[in-house]
């Protein structure tokens, strides 16, 4: 959510701005709302003051003696007035929040305005992508083909865009998930975490998936939950409603869920494989900081996420997304790609984000600098990576010409020493 003093003292330099996302906003609306909002609420203090006043009379007469019966009957009159304007006033609130809570939030000065993914910057490009003697396979012929991924089997349980891992596919989802646990906790600083993966509407308004984003996400429903869609909405929201110490900060937190969305608008898009599924496995990264070391610790988390395909030796670049390309509650944003040969291309394994006080506004997160008045937190979130699409890449990268593929060095003490699924 946006500082409402932003939008009242610059709206202008708000609107510029904003309009680099392409989208479109009803800043009128905005306008009759805060000051439906504000007339509102002047009125209601005026009232509060005057009742305020005349009580403290009605205590000097008492002691006095005199009457004080025409005093108590405006000071009523007052009360009665000031009970008939809670449900204008709540329901000015209720306008004024859902407004707040549609608009994303402002990309950082530096990031490249942009329309869509055709616009972005790349920043870097790591490792050598290899070079087959033979035609280059897609990780669902070869998954298939090796008996470790199975499509149809999982379509007859839950329909499309679900997939059942066997035999050493599970094997290597497992070897991933502890790789990547392992090098973010002992190596990168992360406390690990084991979230609940159902949570409430709440959490879900406080990274701000909603109310915009409703349609995407599994819902549950007496009492109301949803499965989330990313452990960012957990870790990010474990503090919420909190005022912390400035000697906690940062906090970074890691973990491993089950991740599910609907993925709706996308119909049609990447049907085959894993690289877009209803449920998935993904290890996430989340930071609360002060605002100050916010975009250091922005580059930091893309680092911790790139040194997992280093130690893979999986080629990768990283993209820096345009305006109109970033999500939601992000104010900057790093894509990592990583190659598939499979597939000729590089595509999307982490995304790490810097919200700065977007999200922390929503959901309340403050921190207090020794006497100041508390502050609220930077909050960041990155993927460490999403495990499927690690998964993708080392059947892709690592495949042989006899249908086998190759265990990455780093993953073949997780895998019991087996170094080729054949």
Not at 282 to 290: A, F, N, P, T
Not at 384 to 408: C, F, H, M, W
């Amino acid at each position: 959510m946006l500082d409402i003093r932003l939008l009242r003292d610059d709206l202008e330099q708000v609107k510029k701005r904003m309009a680099t996302r392409g989208i479109e906003i009803d800043w009128g609306e905005f306008l009759w709302l805060d000051r439906q909002r504000r007339e509102v609420l002047s009125r209601l203090e005026k009232l509060k003051e005057q009742k305020n006043r005349l009580s403290g009379e009605i205590g000097k007469l008492k002691k006095t003696g005199a009457d004080a019966t025409e005093v108590m009957r405006e000071v009523a009159q007052l009360s009665e007035e000031i009970r008939g304007m809670e449900r204008p006033l709540a329901e000015v609130e209720a306008g004024f929040e859902q407004f707040m809570l549609t608009v994303p939030n402002l990309p950082h000065a530096d990031v490249k305005v942009g329309k869509t993914s055709a616009d972005n910057r790349e920043v870097r490009r790591w490792g050598v992508r290899p070079q087959f003697a033979f035609p280059a396979r897609n990780h669902w012929e070869i998954g298939e083909e090796l008996d470790i991924l199975d499509f149809q089997r999982a379509a007859k349980l839950a329909g499309a865009r679900f997939v059942i891992y066997k035999g050493a596919a599970a094997r290597l989802e497992r070897a991933l998930i502890n790789f990547m646990l392992d090098l973010h906790t002992r190596e990168h600083g992360y406390k690990e975490i084991i979230p609940p993966t159902l949570v409430n509407r709440a959490a879900l308004t406080g990274t701000g998936n909603l109310p915009k984003f409703e349609a995407d996400l599994f819902q549950i429903q007496s009492p109301e939950y949803f499965l989330i869609p990313t452990a960012e909405v957990p870790l990010t929201n474990v503090h919420r409603e909190e005022v912390l110490q400035r000697e906690a900060l940062p906090i970074k937190y890691t973990a491993v869920t089950l991740c599910f969305r609907r993925e709706a608008g996308s119909y049609g898009k990447d049907v085959r494989g894993l690289i877009r599924q209803h449920q998935f496995n993904k290890v996430e990264m989340v930071k609360l900081c002060e605002p100050e070391f916010s975009y250091d610790e922005l580059e930091t988390m893309v680092e911790n996420a790139e040194e997992v395909l280093k130690r893979l030796e999986l080629a990768y670049r990283v993209v820096e997304l345009c305006t109109g390309d970033m999500g939601f509650a992000s104010a900057k944003t790093y894509d990592i790609e990583v190659w598939l040969p499979g597939q000729d291309t590089y595509r999307e394994i982490s995304s790490c984000s810097n919200c700065e006080d977007f999200q922390a506004r929503r959901a309340q997160i403050r921190y207090r600098k020794e006497k100041e008045k508390p502050n609220f937190v930077h909050t960041l979130n990155g993927s460490g990576l999403a495990v499927g699409r690690t998964l993708v890449a080392i059947l892709e990268n690592y495949q042989q010409k006899d249908g086998s593929v190759l265990i990455p060095k780093a993953l073949r003490p997780y895998m019991g020493g087996l170094d080729r699924i054949s």
